[in-house]
């Protein structure tokens, strides 16, 4: 997530399949994980910058993408991350300077529009989309 503390992650609802989500795709119980935000990783690590952010985080992506821009909230039922002032310039002096994520547009109401907004944030951070996989991948560097 966007800060450090616990989450609920439901199981697949194919049990040969891996990937819990924050989706529920199945009647079975959820688990209880803990997260950490990257900022908090990073400081306890001692690091002040990072080459490479790869995201592959099962529908909490537009959430942290719309934190770590400064974007506001991105609840997970709506398209709420829209607002967001990113049109000023610059926000977070992001600390990374490339950018892997898995995303499901799909998986949230106007998906695609919000990664609109995502990659136009991301511009005004400096950061040049190289490569979008349709609505699978988005890959950014600067």
């Avoid at 989500?21 to 199945?26: A, F, I, N, P, V």
């Avoid at 005004?124 to 991948?137: A, D, I, N, P, Y």
Wanted: proline share 5%; with cysteine; glycine share 12%.
């Amino acid at each position: 997530g966007s800060s450090d503390g616990h989450m609920l992650l439901y199981p697949p609802s194919n049990p040969d399949h891996a990937s819990y989500s924050l989706l529920q795709r199945s009647e079975h119980p959820p688990i209880n994980v803990s997260m950490a935000a990257i900022d908090s990783i990073m400081h306890r690590l001692g690091h002040s910058s990072v080459g490479v952010v790869k995201m592959d985080v099962e529908g909490a992506e537009f959430e942290i993408l719309a934190s770590l821009l400064g974007m506001g909230e991105c609840p997970r039922e709506s398209a709420g991350c829209r607002v967001l002032g990113c049109t000023e310039g610059p926000k977070r002096g992001l600390a990374f300077r490339q950018l892997l994520v898995e995303y499901h547009e799909w998986a949230v109401e106007d998906g695609a529009s919000i990664v609109g907004d995502i990659t136009r944030c991301l511009e005004l951070e400096g950061f040049t989309v190289v490569e979008r996989g349709g609505e699978q991948w988005l890959y950014a560097k600067r």
